[in-house]
């Protein structure tokens, strides 16, 4: 929601107005001299939307807001030039409202295009959440990264690394619009307040990893040519996907990393196909080379790769981990009932190249149980074990 600059107005005065945090405030308008307001800019005030309403006879501006339960104060912010004395019947005003419920649409087959229209839905409401593209998948969808808070603890989370395990991005986009709306009203999520680690950590989130090969799961067959053609031939000619793992290419994405690929290449596929073929080389695939850049470049702490299924934590990798993965492992077990596994006999993969290369805290969590691709009715449980890991990895030193 917009306001408009008047003459004394400050961040915090919109801070106690509205009651959101002034970090929030700051962090929605990133480009303002917060010091140096000038009458007539536009804020961004993050948490709030608006309603239309037309002014009746007998209306006045503190009968409305009285009715709303908001200070007449909020009104005057969001209608500039509002002249109480001068209402006319018919006159259209515009009412701010506190969001005060979850506002994304998950649980939902999840493709490329819901992705991004929740994500567009969060970033506009929230717009202290900032997202870029870290690069493009194979038929040039850009692939989102949002970021929320800026502290010393840089933290990142992914999903949909495998196609048919599209269910792990609703999961995370469900995580974030409860976390931003328990920012904007200072309300705890299990108990814990979510403000300290807004401000402690800088969470990092690639929600879909994989969206062409997402969306042939979800949606079918893709339209463009080459690759319909290509896709049916690797698929032996069959429209089911439902078995399909890899990027259009018939790439297995999480077995792309350059930790040990050389084990996993020869044992494993050896040209494209639906599953397991991991590539001609180590980073061969644009989404894989996205994931890397973006991970050279951010000094993350420590990484989780969301996956499904099998309700286990993979936390080692050739006994690279550092002595504290473990006690982390643990915490993530605790807070979700699923089992922690140091060691599995597998190569190649995301987390398995971060503990490689630089020797920190990295998870591959397999959530759900079942056949993939899980149905969505495990939606509501499979987010209930994801949430305490999603709380266990911001509350963890």
Known sequence: MKVTVRSGDTLWGYSRLFQVPIVLIADSNPLLQAQNLEVGQTIDIPGYRTSSYVIA?????????????????????????????????????????????????????YGYAEVIEDLNRLTSLYPFIRRNDIGESVMGKPIPEIRIGSGDKRLHVNGTFHAQEWITTPIIIRFVNE????LTNGEPIRGLEMAPYYVETMLSIVPMVNPDGADLVVHGLPDQEPYRSEVLAINGGSEDFQGWKANIRGVDLNDQFPAHWEIEAERREQQPAPRDYPGPAPLSEPESQAMAELTR???????????????VIYWGFLELQPPEAEALAEAFANASGYEPIETVDSYAGYKDWFIQDWRRPGFTVELGSGVNP?????????????????????YEP
């Open 57 to 109: 006879a007998g209306d006045t501006i503190w009968q409305i807001a009285a009715g709303r339960g908001i200070p007449a104060s909020t009104i005057y912010a969001v209608n500039p030039g509002l002249q109480p004395s001068s209402l006319s019947i018919g006159q259209v005003i515009r009412i701010p409202e506190r969001v005060t419920e979850l506002v994304v649409q998950s649980p939902r087959p």
């Open 179 to 182: 976390y931003a709306l328990a």
């Open 297 to 311: 470049a951010s000094d993350f702490s420590r990484v989780i790769a969301y996956h499904t299924q099998g309700e």
């Open 374 to 394: 899980l149905p969505i009715s495990q939606f509501d449980a499979i987010y209930e074990a994801s949430l305490g890991i999603m709380l266990a990895n911001l």
